[in-house]
Structure formats: structure tokens, C-alpha cells
């Protein structure tokens, strides 16, 4: 078995790429670059292949010697250790040796392969929201998107990817938080008020504004103090859009 495929075929017994995916937590569109291109996974994929089919390092990096060794050897930690810094320093010279920038599916500014698995795009509308006064129409199409790492995404805002949409800021009201032209990042999911920045519909204008809750009616703040805070009762005409997650603002 000469080729990375072959290899782990043969560790799944010919099992469907749906499977094999699910069992390596990846995507089918990740493993089917895998299995299609002969590419050889992350290092942490290869060790989560070997934990989980016993098989021999070398043999799973090279093809070299018998997939399932006659008598495993019981290893210390820092023997594991070592081997492991092995793999991985196997791993980044073959992927060195193997690069090819010109041909690669998606590269860095460096010609490095980027995995865009590792990616979500979000969409970016042309909606500004009034730090003044502004308009959020709810079929607007996006006219670009921003990509963030999918990890980030899980671990500090939400999952739900296709609750979250990228805006500008447009005006001075919140001033010393959110400047002019900033873009800031909306968590669509968190529409009930725990004090912070909010994007907000009132009538037929769309704001961000600090947000306090009191007692059957919501604070409005802006960071600008020539803009006085005003409140809204619940039998006021508005609505809460989402959370102000993250901001990118061009210095």
C-alpha cells in the first residue's frame, strides 16, 4: 500500500467516506480532499487514526513495515511524547516536500495550503446601523462575506452559523466604543437583554446602543454624551436584532 488512500481503506475495511468522516470528526468535503487527492491529514487526525485502530506509526505515515506490529511495546509518557513530536515533524516535511502553491485548491499569501473546512463565511451586508439612523431589511441580500475560523466561532459566540450576519456602523453616538465605518459582527440568536450592545429596531430605524434592562422596560445609552439615554416600554415599537459580538475597524 504506496499511497496514504490505500492505507486508510484498508484500517476501515473499505468503509463508505461518510463514515470514515464521522469517525475522524470531519467533514465529507474534508475527507473526500483526503481520499481524492492522497493528501495526508493534520497531525492531529493521524493520531486520532492510530488511537483508534492501533496501527503502526510508521507504516500509517509511509507505508513502511506491518500495519499492526506482532507485539506492541507498552511505552512510557515521554516515550509518546517523542514519537508523537516524530510524527509531527514527518508530518510538516512531507507536506513541505509535497507543496505545490501554483496548483494547491487555496492557498495564504505565502503559498501555504489554507483548509477552508476550517472556515465560515458570513454574510456581509450593505446595512448600516445608526450609531444615527439606519434601515434593516429583513430579504436583503449580502453583498460579500467575512470568513472566521468555525473554532472560534463554537467556543466564543454560537454554532449556529446561519445566525450571525456582518454590518457597518454608521454615525458618532457610540463614540469611544464603536467609531464611523466600523464592522461589527451580529449574534442573531441573543435577542433577550443581558446589559451590553445590542442592535435594535425602533419604528422604522435600526440602531446599536448599549442596553440596560430595568425593571419592565429597557435602558437605551449611547458612549456619546451629547446623546441623551432614553427607555422603551414594552408598549413601544421595537425589537431586538442580536448581540454586538466582535467589531474590525481599520486604524
Aim: hydrophobic share 40%.
Amino acid at each position: 500500500m504506496e499511497n496514504f488512500k490505500e492505507r486508510l481503506l484498508f484500517l476501515w475495511d473499505g468503509a463508505k467516506p461518510a463514515h470514515i468522516a464521522k469517525d475522524l470528526n470531519l467533514s465529507i468535503s474534508g475527507m473526500m480532499r483526503i481520499l481524492e487527492k492522497n493528501t495526508i491529514p493534520k497531525a492531529e487526525t493521524l493520531i486520532l487514526i492510530q488511537n483508534l485502530k492501533k496501527c503502526d506509526w510508521q507504516w500509517l505515515m509511509t507505508g513502511e513495515g506491518e500495519p499492526f506490529p506482532a507485539q506492541p511495546q507498552e511505552m512510557s509518557l515521554a516515550d509518546n511524547i517523542a514519537r508523537t513530536d516524530k510524527l509531527v515533524q514527518q508530518l510538516a516535511a512531507q507536506k513541505r516536500q509535497n507543496r505545490q502553491p501554483e496548483t494547491a485548491e487555496y492557498c495564504d499569501t505565502q503559498g501555504n495550503p489554507v483548509n477552508v473546512d476550517d472556515f465560515v463565511f458570513i454574510p456581509y451586508y450593505d446595512v448600516r446601523l445608526s450609531a444615527g439612523t439606519g434601515v434593516w431589511v429583513d430579504d436583503e441580500q449580502p453583498v460579500n462575506t467575512l470568513a472566521f475560523r468555525a473554532d472560534w466561532l463554537r467556543t466564543f459566540v454560537t454554532a449556529q452559523f446561519d445566525r450571525l450576519s456582518v454590518v457597518k456602523v454608521s454615525g458618532d453616538s457610540m463614540d469611544d466604543v464603536l467609531k464611523n465605518n466600523d464592522t461589527i459582527l451580529i449574534n442573531h440568536t441573543q435577542n433577550e437583554v443581558h446589559d451590553g450592545l445590542y442592535a435594535l429596531r425602533i419604528g422604522n430605524e435600526v440602531f446599536v446602543k448599549r442596553i440596560q434592562r430595568l425593571p419592565h422596560k429597557l435602558l437605551v445609552i449611547s458612549a456619546n454624551t451629547a446623546y441623551p439615554p432614553f427607555e422603551l416600554s414594552t408598549d413601544d415599537d421595537y425589537a431586538i436584532i442580536g448581540k454586538v459580538v466582535w467589531l474590525g475597524r481599520l486604524l
